[in-house]
């Protein structure tokens, strides 16, 4: 088992540009989450996948965030345009959707917009 | 909503035992979680308790109360590799809320 795997690991780029963050699942996992975690705020949830289908995407910050996942095998975090305040470590986790069912975290990606 | 509360920081010596306390709000509840994390890595599971009482896990076990609205983590036989973040989390729906962490510092 590969476990979740994120790219890229660290990205760095000049605010005003597109990011896209991918995440691949575990296999046989069919929930998906995207998680950001900073200093100030935590660990939160952006959005979540069950199946492929987006089922809570409160968590989303702004309309310059999206997710997709349109397959059981990929998932991507794509933010436009970048923003100094979007920095931060972006994971990603899987888990079966059952209340418990761990979360398998991603090794994340260590986001940085200048 | 959910919220979880933890203390921010945790300091014992190699060797000693240490409980790391989790009260949580919830508009509905499952279940507790914890999650270790070490500094650039990953959370990783420790453990889940659904039901009331004592979950065991090698030097680590959780413990919960419903009626108290708490858990605990207690790790025994501290090792420095133990120094790491600890989070509690409530799932609920599929979805995991976290609190916000506790940094353990085990010092020799």
Same mark, same amino acid.
């Given at each position: 088992?590969? +476990?979740?795997? /994120?790219?890229?690991?660290?990205?760095?780029?000049?605010?005003?540009?597109?990011?896209?963050?991918?995440? @691949?699942?575990?296999?046989?996992?069919?929930?998906?989450?995207?998680?950001? /975690?900073?200093?100030?705020? +935590?660990?939160?949830?952006?959005?979540?996948?069950?199946? $492929?289908?987006?089922?809570?995407?409160? +968590?989303?910050?702004?309309?310059?965030?999206?997710? @997709?996942?349109?397959?059981?095998?990929?998932?991507?975090? @794509?933010? /436009?345009?970048?923003?100094?305040?979007?920095?931060?470590?972006?994971?990603?986790?899987?888990?079966?959707?059952?209340?418990?069912?761990?979360?398998?975290?991603? $090794? +994340?990606?260590?986001?940085?917009?200048? | 909503?959910?919220?979880?509360?933890?203390?921010?920081?945790?300091?014992?010596?190699?060797?000693?035992?240490?409980?790391?306390?989790?009260? *949580?709000?919830?508009?509905?509840? *499952?279940?507790?979680?914890?999650?270790?994390?070490?500094?650039?890595?990953? %959370?990783?599971?420790?453990? *889940?308790?659904?039901?009331?009482? &004592?979950?065991?896990?090698?030097?680590? #076990? #959780?413990?919960?109360?419903?009626?108290?609205?708490?858990?605990? &983590?207690?790790?025994?036989?501290?090792?420095?590799?133990?120094?790491?973040?600890?989070?509690?989390?409530? %799932?609920?729906?599929?979805?995991?809320?976290?609190?916000?962490?506790?940094? &353990?510092?085990?010092? %020799?």
């Amino acid at each position: 088992d590969a +476990g979740v795997i /994120q790219s890229p690991r660290h990205e760095v780029t000049e605010m005003g540009q597109e990011v896209t963050l991918r995440c @691949k699942p575990i296999s046989g996992h069919n929930s998906l989450f995207w998680y950001r /975690q900073t200093m100030m705020r +935590g660990l939160e949830l952006l959005i979540y996948f069950n199946n $492929n289908v987006p089922i809570d995407d409160s +968590g989303m910050p702004e309309d310059r965030f999206s997710a @997709k996942m349109p397959n059981a095998s990929f998932s991507t975090l @794509k933010i /436009q345009p970048s923003e100094p305040r979007d920095s931060a470590v972006y994971f990603c986790a899987s888990s079966l959707f059952t209340d418990n069912s761990p979360l398998h975290f991603g $090794n +994340g990606t260590r986001l940085t917009v200048t | 909503g959910q919220s979880l509360e933890q203390p921010s920081e945790v300091t014992a010596v190699e060797g000693a035992i240490v409980q790391i306390n989790c009260t *949580y709000q919830t508009s509905g509840f *499952y279940g507790l979680s914890w999650y270790q994390q070490h500094d650039g890595g990953a %959370p990783t599971f420790l453990s *889940y308790n659904a039901l009331d009482g &004592l979950e065991e896990t090698g030097r680590f #076990s #959780s413990f919960l109360s419903r009626s108290d609205s708490y858990g605990y &983590l207690l790790l025994q036989e501290l090792q420095m590799k133990d120094s790491a973040s600890y989070f509690c989390a409530s %799932p609920n729906a599929g979805k995991s809320t976290f609190g916000d962490g506790t940094t &353990l510092t085990v010092k %020799p």
